[in-house]
Nanobody
Framework: QVRLVESGGGNVQAGESMRLSCAAP????????MGWYRQAPGQQRDLVAH???????TYTDSVKGRFTISRDNAKRTAYLQMNSLKPEDTAVYYC??????????????WGQGTQVTVSS
């Protein structure tokens, strides 16, 4: 069974940095597309950053230049480095994996979520 394990959330002041990690130990990982989503109270869950199996990255406009998504295939872990954090970045952050299945299908999996709170 696929399990995504997130870590690294917490409380920070505006302008500070934080790194989130998402381990996927029981997946092929190298072939996964990985993403980070966030959901603020009363809001929908939105994509923050995405990295494909070949390393292509995309970001939502509000985090471009501040956040960096990366992956370490040897550690089967994806990361979200968040710099210059703002109060509006406060949300529960979820790791998402698109795991390659037989016949080139992909199945979606979610982490448990980790709270990020940025104080002004």
């Amino acid at each position: 069974q696929v399990r995504l394990v997130e870590s690294g959330g917490g409380n920070v002041q505006a302008g500070e940095s934080m790194r989130l990690s998402c381990a996927a130990p029981n997946t092929p990982f190298r072939d996964n597309h990985m993403g980070w989503y966030r959901q603020a109270p009363g809001q929908q869950r939105d994509l923050v950053a995405h990295i494909t199996s070949d390393g292509t990255t995309t970001y939502t406009d509000s985090v471009k230049g501040r956040f960096t998504i990366s992956r370490d295939n040897a550690k089967r872990t994806a990361y979200l480095q968040m710099n210059s954090l703002k109060p509006e970045d406060t949300a529960v952050y979820y790791c998402h994996a698109e795991v390659l299945m037989p016949f080139d299908k992909r199945r979606n999996y979610w982490g448990q979520g980790t709270q990020v709170t940025v104080s002004s």
